[in-house]
Nanobody, 123 residues
Framework: QVQLVESGGGLVQDGGSLRLSCTAS????????WAWFRQAPGKEREFVAA????????HYQESVKGRFTISRDNDKNMVYLQMNNLKPEDTAVYYC????????????????WGQGTQVTVSS
């Protein structure tokens, strides 16, 4: 079993930055992909970014490319999402996820989810 806890959300102005952290515990080596998803009010949850367990391969949603960076620290069992140049449309609850994944964008492939952290970007 893997437990995930997100932190680092908050309120930031348009153009600002935040770094989200995901602390993992348990059988973390079972997951080959670690990812961030988000869910805005009234919308479905969507893929944001993913990284392989070894940190060598990353994937991003088109709208965040060049602004967000996903990374992981295996020694600390943590995954990060550095978010720069934030926009009001980035406002959402951000979730950390992990699992034995075939397609990084398929939410059903992820076995483990955190509770989420709120990110609010004011205009």
């Amino acid at each position: 079993q893997v437990q995930l806890v997100e932190s680092g959300g908050g309120l930031v102005q348009d153009g600002g930055s935040l770094r989200l952290s995901c602390t993992a515990s348990g059988r973390t080596f079972d997951a080959n992909i670690w990812a961030w998803f988000r869910q805005a009010p009234g919308k479905e949850r969507e893929f944001v970014a993913a990284i392989t367990y070894d940190g060598l391969d990353t994937h991003y949603q088109e709208s965040v490319k060049g602004r967000f960076t996903i990374s992981r620290d295996n020694d600390k069992n943590m995954v990060y999402l550095q978010m720069n140049n934030l926009k009001p449309e980035d406002t959402a609850v951000y979730y950390c996820a992990a699992g034995r994944v075939r397609n990084v964008m398929w939410q059903t492939d992820y076995d483990h989810w955190g509770q989420g952290t709120q990110v609010t970007v004011s205009s």
